[in-house]
């Protein structure tokens, strides 16, 4: 009985050494497989296959784990480390499903719209309730779910309200006709358009409460009949009140301000105070500083506008160059109520453009013009056709000419340079030829015009384009730095040596100063006179504002 009790003792001993024999060998096999997985997994299919392997064996519980002990002893080193190195990537897994996951549920669209949501690393198509809105030239783009278009205060107010408990972001926008795109975004807009009536005219006092959603020509035709106008203008009239104003735009002439100092109080629709009223008189701090407020201080609802009297003007265009410009500049600015230079690259032609009353005494001026529309444009046309030739000579033939080109001796000198640039802008030589047929055209087109302020100072800009305006103080009209002119000759200077295709015009224009805060042209001296050069855009190498001028860009 004694003996058959000890052979039953013996055989459970080496039944545990066995079973322990078994969990050490299984536990080398793991450490044996997971540094082979390390050592060589970029040349394996399956690089967790000898792992698994290992880990299968593992699978009978272990009644006693001390008794291992001693065997994992002998490999301390290996062991611990690996299991650092896979704790370790198991972290960088963790951590990329968390970026994942965090990537898809912070796409920007409201709970409405999960199913629109963007995949892991990959966006979805964009709802086809978007909003999509660009600006005037087309050069800028965006999609929105959110585009207000109140037509009453009341509904401008309530938009501002809800957005603002909401904690959602809304941009005012106008016209667009910013080439950059500054009132797009995709976060939200409001839009005056359908606010668009005269409120109010003083025919004593010319003066005019309106709407900040009336476009300017809109403007200028309704109050023409009280025998009144707005003091300057832009190149364009499709700008509404509201925005043409907030970015501080401009017309020409040293003595004229930019149009923000024609304002005389605004109505303001903010978030945290409601419609405000905003004037010289009843806090001037404020209103110089939201009057040129690119729309960050609230929504301009309604717009109180300084008029002047509606008169004709005799607009002279003559061919110069820069030596005679730098001999006549100083007298140019100070003689004439407007005066604008159009310059043109590869070339020393200088188109002025000079505005002035019609005198009461002389009445305007009789000239006759040397050359017809038709003989001005004719080079261009020309040009046109030879250049089509070369480009799409499909088009040349008669019968796809009839059906896919307009007749080009319908089209005016912007249209006719807006096509030919299109078909190789970034060809120098093609560039050039262009700009030598616009000064042969403007060589043709010297002379005078006589018409209403409203209907003489604009200025065709063609179509899209992308512009990039500097401004910058020249000293006083009594005593111009002429730095404007350096500014000019510098940059021409840069075009030619960089082989930059620049078209033209590089438009040069004056203003008096702004008390604006934000304006560019912003000045507490009340004789300093401004600088505006529009060009073309480049990334590198135009000199900047800041070499011309010592203060700070607004």
């Not at 004229?256 to 010289?280: R, Y």
């Not at 301009?300 to 160059?321: F, G, K, N």
């Not at 505005?355 to 040009?383: M, T």
């Not at 807006?418 to 078909?423: G, P």
Request: proline letters at 6%; charged letters at 25%; aromatic letters at 8%.
């Amino acid at each position: 009985m004694r003996m058959k009790s000890k052979m039953n003792a013996e055989r459970a001993r080496v039944k545990r050494l066995a079973l322990t024999m078994s969990r050490a060998l299984s536990l080398r096999r793991f450490v044996r497989a997971f540094h082979h997985y390390h050592s060589y997994h970029h040349h394996h299919a399956n690089p967790y296959g000898n792992l698994l392997k290992a880990l299968s064996s593992t699978t009978s519980p272990n009644p006693n784990p001390n008794l291992a002990r001693p065997f994992s002893s002998l490999s301390p080193s290996p062991s611990s480390s690996s299991g650092a190195e896979f704790r370790k990537y198991l972290g960088y897994l963790a951590l990329l499903l968390g970026c994942g996951v965090a990537t898809y549920y912070s796409f920007p669209f409201s709970d409405s719209a999960k199913h629109k949501k963007a995949q892991l690393f990959r966006y979805a198509p964009l709802p086809e309730d978007l909003h999509t809105v660009s600006n005037w030239s087309g050069t800028h783009e965006v999609q929105t779910r959110v585009f207000h278009q109140p037509e009453s205060l009341e509904e401008l107010e309530q938009v501002v309200k809800e957005a603002n408990e909401k904690k959602q972001k809304i941009r005012p926008v106008g016209s667009g006709l910013s080439p950059n795109g500054i009132g797009l975004t995709r976060a939200g807009m409001v839009n005056l358009a359908l606010m668009d009536k005269v409120l109010e005219v003083d025919e004593e006092k010319k003066r005019v409460r309106v709407q900040a959603g009336i476009r300017v020509q809109q403007l200028v035709d309704a109050i023409k009949d009280h025998g009144i106008t707005l003091q300057n203008f832009a190149s364009i009239r499709e700008q509404q009140i509201g925005g043409i104003v907030q970015v501080g735009a401009h017309g020409t002439g040293a003595r004229l301000p930019p149009i923000d100092e024609q304002v005389i109080s605004m109505k303001l629709v903010t978030p945290a105070k409601g419609t405000i009223e905003v004037s010289k008189e009843k806090d001037p701090e404020l209103f110089y500083l939201a009057r040129c407020g690119l729309g960050g201080l609230g929504v301009v609802a309604e717009v109180t506008l300084q008029c002047v009297e509606r008169q004709q003007l005799v607009e002279h265009t003559v061919i110069s160059d820069m030596k005679e410009i730098k001999k006549n500049h100083e007298k140019l600015l100070s003689q004439n109520k407007h005066v604008k230079y159009l310059y043109i690259p590869y070339t020393d032609s200088v188109v002025v453009v000079t505005c002035n009353p019609v005198s009461k005494w002389k009445g305007p001026p009789k000239f006759k013009p040397k050359y017809s529309h038709d003989e001005a444009i004719q080079h261009a046309r020309d040009l046109y056709q030879e250049s089509l030739k070369k480009y799409r000579p499909e088009v040349t033939t008669a019968e796809s000419s009839e059906d896919s080109e307009p007749d080009i001796n319908e089209l005016s000198f912007t249209e006719l340079r807006d096509k030919l640039l299109s078909l190789d802008p970034l060809n120098r030589d093609h560039v050039m030829q262009v700009n030598q047929a616009e000064a042969e055209f403007w060589r043709k087109s010297e002379g005078y015009r006589v018409g209403w302020s409203d209907e003489i100072l604009g200025f065709d800009c063609g179509g899209q384009q992308w512009v990039s305006e500097t401004c910058f103080p020249i000293g006083t009209l009594a005593k111009p730095s002429m730095k404007d002119l350096e500014y000019i000759e510098d940059l021409k200077k840069l075009i030619e040596k960089e082989e930059i295709p620049a078209p033209a015009p590089i438009e040069q224009r004056w203003t008096a100063c702004s008390k604006s805060t934000m304006s560019p042209a912003s000045s507490s001296a009340e004789d300093d006179i401004f600088s505006w050069e529009g060009n073309f855009p480049t990334q590198e190498g135009i000199p900047h504002q800041s070499e011309h001028n010592p203060r700070d860009t607004k």
